[in-house]
């Protein structure tokens, strides 16, 4: 469809950022809903984030999502947060308003749902959680599994002097018990786990994917990956050859664009077994 001088412009900030299926996703809704709009991904060098910020901000975007490896910088340049973000410390939405930039973190509704529609709304309810990284989805997913009522939550990175920081930073969230470690504390984490959840790049494309020995976890564990292109990292592809349940990225990438829609255009769309069906071609695999 065209649009017009007048139409709603937003877009997708990270470096790179050809891989991102963003486009795609609000691309289908703008289509659905008819708005004259337009959703742009914005290839922004580290060093040029903020002056392509404020340039954005002065051209008349109504805001961005930000990607790797922006969501600490954008969290910094925000005026205000909602509070996930102010929570977290990271932040993936930046929505353009008269009194400044609002920074939110909708990461989280994305963690959320997709482990809601997977294991049930009470499927982490007491239940220990292992996460792989410790970056900004990391954050988020500490945040998630912390209101879902999770009772404790591994955080293992291979430099474990950040897993220690980010379990320090985070634990005041609530009841949830945070615990930090490396490479080496994986079989003993994954032993009483019902969840492992990758937050890392680890696995995109080309990439080779975490090299966890999965046979340590509960045969009836979900395994989580925030990548979803390929949909089927290799991570999900072995947890899938052991028996264990799978959750893609693209459920969380397609529920995290909810609240971003609705702030960029106005229209709070749906997901829906068409969009992942387009979605899916456009990543190739329909």
């Known amino acids: 469809m065209t649009i017009s001088g007048s139409a709603k412009l937003a877009g997708v900030m990270g470096w790179p950022v050809g ?3 963003s486009p795609a996703l609000h691309g289908y809704w703008l289509a659905e809903h ?3 709009g337009a959703y742009v991904p914005l290839a922004v060098r580290p060093e040029d984030f903020a002056t392509v910020l404020e340039g ?4 008349g975007f109504r805001g961005v999502n930000v990607t790797l ?3 600490q910088a954008a969290f910094a340049l925000a005026a205000r947060h909602d509070p996930a973000s102010a929570a977290t410390g990271a932040v993936n ?3 353009f308003g008269d ?5 939110r973190n909708t990461d989280t509704a994305g963690i959320g749902a997709a ?3 997977a294991l049930g709304p009470d499927g982490m309810k007491n239940r220990a959680a292992v996460i792989w990284g410790a970056g900004g989805a990391a954050r988020a997913a500490v945040y998630t599994l912390s209101g879902m009522g999770a009772g404790e939550i591994h955080i293992l990175n291979r430099t474990r002097a950040r897993a220690e920081a980010l379990a320090a930073a985070l634990q005041p969230l609530g009841a949830v018990r945070l615990i930090a470690g490396g490479f080496e504390d994986w079989k003993p984490a994954a032993a009483g786990a019902a969840l492992l959840a990758n937050t890392t790049s680890a696995g995109m494309k080309q990439a080779p994917s975490i090299d966890l020995p999965l046979e340590a976890l509960p045969a009836e564990a979900a395994v989580m990956d925030v990548v979803y292109n390929p949909l089927e990292t290799g991570l999900l592809a072995r947890a899938r050859q052991l028996g264990r349940r799978t959750i893609d990225g693209l459920e969380m990438l397609m529920h995290q664009a909810v609240p971003a829609f609705a702030a960029f255009y106005g229209a709070t769309p749906r997901v829906t077994p068409g969009l992942r069906a387009a979605l899916e071609k456009a990543l190739g695999n329909g």
Do not use: N
């Open 19 to 21: 891989q991102s299926l």
């Open 99 to 103: 009194a400044g930039i609002e920074g």
């Open 56 to 59: 954005l901000k002065r051209a």
């Open 115 to 117: 482990l809601a529609g």
């Open 69 to 71: 490896p922006h969501k």
């Open 34 to 36: 008819g708005i004259d």
């Open 93 to 95: 939405l930046l929505v």
